[in-house]
């Protein structure tokens, strides 16, 4: 497609259940990103995964937290036992190879998906 | 991971006013980005910075890496409503290869 597209737009999960969030990238971009924007806050990094190498796992905050990147393309971020601290927005971005960008090119970011635990 | 400094957090303008704000890191970076965010949309970037001392207009919009290449500025010359949003920056080093470490947003808000 032409941009970044993420879902569900939201979710609304009780407590203690797993929930699968969904992104498809850019046709043809190598990078993807996830990070997670609290209400009023910045953009947390999660995972970042760079065509076949291994992702960089260093921003997921625990081990109830998971994602796979299938034949380098879509990407499903898994929260296992939800809590409500893990309420949050859900971005995904992804990139081609980095060269210099003009306006409009570098990261492109989907419109995310709203997370709420109750 | 590294999270930039960001300031202000907030800031609300009369329409026509300019408007700055900054961004700083402890570390140095070779490119710098800003973003502006919209209610319920994801980030979308405004300009891209590659070199200290550049400076590089969007329309209205003005970036600038700074010269010591830790931080970076963005201008907002006679604001509009419409400017209304979050404001990211975002920047990499060399160690970073792809991945950006943002900002915490500075939140703008123009009153008509």
């Known amino acids: 497609g032409a941009g970044v597209s993420q879902s569900p737009s939201n979710k609304v999960t009780e407590k203690g259940k797993d929930v699968e969030l969904r992104c498809d990238p850019i046709s043809g971009h190598t990078a993807l990103y996830w990070y997670r924007q609290s209400l009023g806050q910045g953009l947390e990094f999660l995972i970042y995964?760079?065509?076949?190498?291994?992702?960089?796992k260093s921003g997921l905050p625990s081990d109830r937290f998971s994602a796979e990147r299938t034949g380098g393309s879509v990407s499903t971020l898994t929260i296992q036992r939800t809590q409500q601290e893990d309420s949050a927005v859900y971005l995904c971005a992804s990139s081609g190879l980095w060269i210099r960008p003009s306006r409009g090119y570098g990261y492109t970011f989907g419109s995310g998906t709203r997370l709420t635990v109750v | 991971g590294q999270q930039l400094n960001q300031s202000p957090q907030s800031m609300f303008i009369q329409e026509g006013e300019d408007v700055s704000m900054n961004c700083t890191s402890s570390s140095i970076f070779n490119t710098w980005l800003w973003y502006k965010q919209d209610p319920g949309e994801g980030p979308v970037l405004l300009i891209a910075?590659?070199?200290?001392?550049e400076l590089t207009s969007n329309g209205r919009l003005t970036a600038q890496f700074g010269i010591t290449r830790k931080d970076s500025f963005l201008n907002i010359s006679a604001s509009i409503p419409s400017d209304v949003g979050i404001y990211f920056c975002a920047g990499r080093s060399a160690n970073t290869g792809n991945q950006f470490y943002f900002g915490t947003g500075t939140s703008l808000t123009v009153i008509p």
């Open positions: 995964f760079q065509g076949n190498s291994a992702p960089d």
């Open positions: 910075l590659y070199k200290a001392g």
